[in-house]
């Protein structure tokens, strides 16, 4: 059994038991959250869909670390303007495991 939702904009796939990285949630470590934006559904031989998203189905969630990912850099540069520009970029992200597709 497997489902697809949506966090942060972006689309997931995930199994039960899977520990997937998702955008930083406000929530203390430990939290069990829910999810209702499930995309599609397949269970066995069944396929739910959603329109857009699926009625009575829901995927539970526990917070396991709150970190941010390594340092890019973002450079602009312009030849023979002296113009340079250097600058450092470290996203959120919160690791959660899925604990039980509903």
């Not at 059994?1 to 929530?27: C, D, P, T, W």
Request: with cysteine; charged share 35%; proline share 1%.
């Amino acid at each position: 059994m497997y489902a697809i939702f949506e966090s942060g904009g972006k689309q997931h796939k995930v199994n039960k038991g899977q520990i997937i990285r998702l955008e930083k949630i406000n929530l203390k470590i430990g939290k069990i959250i829910e999810s209702k934006k499930i995309l599609m559904l397949v269970n066995n031989k069944k396929i739910y869909f959603g329109n857009p998203f699926c009625l009575n189905k829901k995927i539970l969630m526990e917070i396991i670390k709150h970190d941010r990912y390594k340092k890019i850099i973002i450079y602009k540069f312009k030849r023979r303007k002296h113009f340079k520009k250097k600058q450092g970029h470290r996203q959120w992200f919160t690791d959660v495991k899925i604990l039980d597709i509903i």
